[in-house]
């Protein structure tokens, strides 16, 4: 039923010519002033994996999770992360991910293991994106983007993505400027626990307290065409609460969530992946905007509501996210 629905929707767009850039592969300028397609990758759930421990890395590939993330950061102790960097870049070399994406996620720039963390991974062919934590400004991203363009193999160089993560007040405020930092920036995380830590909020059930935050990295993202990656649902052993955060996250734009344990991914994958329901609406209004502007018929009303070309623009991109 699915593919059937999308293949209709694809004819439909493709004839009526509805592609928007939300569809089209984005192209846009790098630092040489040349540009290159942006594909679109699927990160509904975004995994982390011990890095210093084999049992923790083979658990992670496991799993069907859409972004596969080798941890060098906090799950490594200090005195373990030669040990992890030596491991990770053999699981980059050694594992077909298939779909998945490979990444690894490093210690913060300012933190100065990052370089070390960058020198052991960077020579791989196999790496396809970095997750960078605590970064406060566009400069940790071009220091970063310096160490690729000097130690990256050519050929790949350009296609490593980047995945920032927002932990803090002063990421926050400068959320601008590392969005368009570099167009290897792929993506937003919200990383909830640090935020708290950084600005003396006290975490709640309710997430309230996030939700100026939360809401700010959303906007962020999809100004600047990012995905948004939702944070972490620390109660890991309750799928209620996990729904629960999954529903809100998707209402307020956030494009996937972060997983700490494999339990959790079916859940959020499933949640974070339009259903049926939502693809036959969208479908009926591409349908229904294809029919009235045929007769010169601008907006349009369907089930009661009024249909304009915000809504259209909404049904094109939940298509493009199916």
């Not at 959790?264 to 502007?293: V, W």
Request: with cysteine; aromatic share 6%.
């Amino acid at each position: 039923m699915l593919n059937t629905i999308g293949i209709s929707i694809k004819s439909s767009l493709i004839n009526n010519n509805l592609l928007t850039q939300a569809i089209k592969p984005a192209l846009v300028q790098n630092k040489y002033n040349s540009t290159f397609s942006k594909k679109y990758i699927k990160r509904r759930a975004l995994f982390n994996g011990k890095g210093s421990e084999d049992r923790k890395i083979l658990a992670s590939l496991r799993t069907n999770a859409d972004s596969i993330v080798f941890d060098l950061e906090d799950g490594v102790a200090f005195n373990r992360k030669k040990e992890a960097r030596v491991k990770v870049f053999n699981a980059l070399e050694k594992y077909d991910l298939g779909h998945r994406e490979k990444a690894v996620r490093i210690n913060c720039v300012s933190s100065g293991l990052a370089e070390e963390d960058l020198k052991s991974v960077l020579p791989s062919s196999k790496l396809e994106a970095l997750v960078i934590t605590k970064v406060n400004s566009e400069k940790d991203i071009h220091f970063v983007c310096d160490m690729i363009d000097d130690i990256a193999p050519e050929n790949v160089r350009k296609n490593i993505r980047l995945i920032a993560c927002v932990e803090s007040a002063m990421s926050l405020m400068n959320l601008k400027s590392i969005c368009t930092s570099d167009p290897r920036v792929d993506a937003l995380v919200f990383a909830s626990e640090d935020y708290c830590a950084d600005t003396g909020m006290i975490r709640t059930r309710s997430r309230e307290e996030l939700t100026y935050a939360r809401q700010a990295l959303v906007a962020h993202a999809h100004a600047f065409n990012l995905q948004a990656i939702d944070l972490v649902c620390q109660d890991y052993k309750n799928d209620d609460i996990l729904r629960e955060e999954c529903q809100e996250g998707k209402e307020f734009g956030f494009t996937g969530k972060q997983a700490i344990h494999p339990r959790q991914i079916n859940i959020i994958q499933e949640m974070f992946t339009p259903s049926q329901k939502d693809l036959e609406y969208a479908r009926r209004i591409l349908d229904g905007f294809k029919n009235h502007t045929s007769k010169g018929i601008g907006a349009f009303v369907l089930d009661g509501k009024m249909i304009d070309q915000p809504v259209v623009r909404w049904a094109e991109k939940l298509i493009s996210r199916a």
